[in-house]
């Protein structure tokens, strides 16, 4: 059965530093999402992508954020300068088409210190 | 202020026993969605739910649309069944592609 993937599933970077998370979704969706969940807090949206553009984005989603599709598979989060609270999990989903069901990636622990 | 809760928070019950977990939501929706959190952090979704019910299996998950209220009920739960329930939806009013959480409710299924 096709599924979400991420890499890495842990990424442990210093305070300041720029990370990418990666997210390979399932190959004919078309809308992309990002989320995160900070320990023991519930899951939160970031920001979804389609047709190559964002569509929607939250007030968590600032400039220190970015999203791109950078080839057919690829969908990636870029964090340009990290800060302690960004430490959590994220995961990545995707969806044939808005309204459809979401498959979530199996997550990446992002730890900032 | 669109909000999402869950009830109970926690959640003990002996294996075989049929379980309730109970989402609510303060405006209308388009789309409910039922997401089952492993232990390991992993995320699965179970339903995807905008009227009536559905079932897979040992899960069954309703929607009353009037009463902004939706259920997931385990029957003859058992100790796989452990881990955290997590409702979400997405709202009729504001973003579109938006999904807003629950906090979850953390379910213990013991032999």
């Known amino acids: 059965e096709p599924e979400v993937t991420q890499t890495p599933s842990h990424q442990v970077t210093q305070m300041g530093q720029e990370v990418i998370l990666r997210c390979v979704p399932i190959?004919?969706?078309?809308?992309f999402y990002w989320y995160r969940q900070i320990l023991g807090q519930k899951v939160e949206f970031l920001v979804s992508?389609?047709?190559?553009?964002?569509?929607?984005k939250s007030e968590i989603f600032d400039d220190q954020f970015s999203v791109e599709r950078p080839d057919g598979s690829n969908f990636t989060l870029k964090i340009r300068s990290t800060k302690l609270e960004d430490s959590a999990m994220y995961f990545c989903?995707?969806?044939?088409?808005?309204?459809?069901?979401?498959?979530f990636g199996p997550g990446t622990r992002l730890t900032v210190t | 202020k669109n909000e999402v809760e869950q009830s109970p928070q926690n959640l003990t019950a002996q294996e075989g026993e049929f379980i309730t977990i109970n989402c609510s939501y303060s405006?209308?929706?388009?789309?409910l969605h039922w997401l089952q959190q492993h232990p390991g952090g992993g995320i699965v979704s179970l339903f995807m739910l905008s009227s009536g019910k559905k079932k897979h299996g040992r899960l069954i998950a309703t929607i009353n649309i009037q009463e902004k209220h939706s259920s997931l009920h385990i029957t003859a739960s058992h100790p796989r069944d452990s881990a955290v329930y997590i409702c979400?939806?997405?709202?009729?009013?504001?973003?579109?592609?938006?999904?807003?959480f629950g906090t979850g409710t953390r379910l213990q299924v013991t032999l």
């Open positions: 405006v209308g929706i388009s789309a």
């Open positions: 190959s004919n969706h078309l809308y």
């Open positions: 989903a995707s969806s044939e088409w808005l309204v459809y069901e979401q498959y």
């Open positions: 992508f389609y047709n190559n553009e964002i569509s929607e």
């Open positions: 979400a939806v997405r709202f009729l009013i504001g973003t579109a592609s938006k999904l807003t």
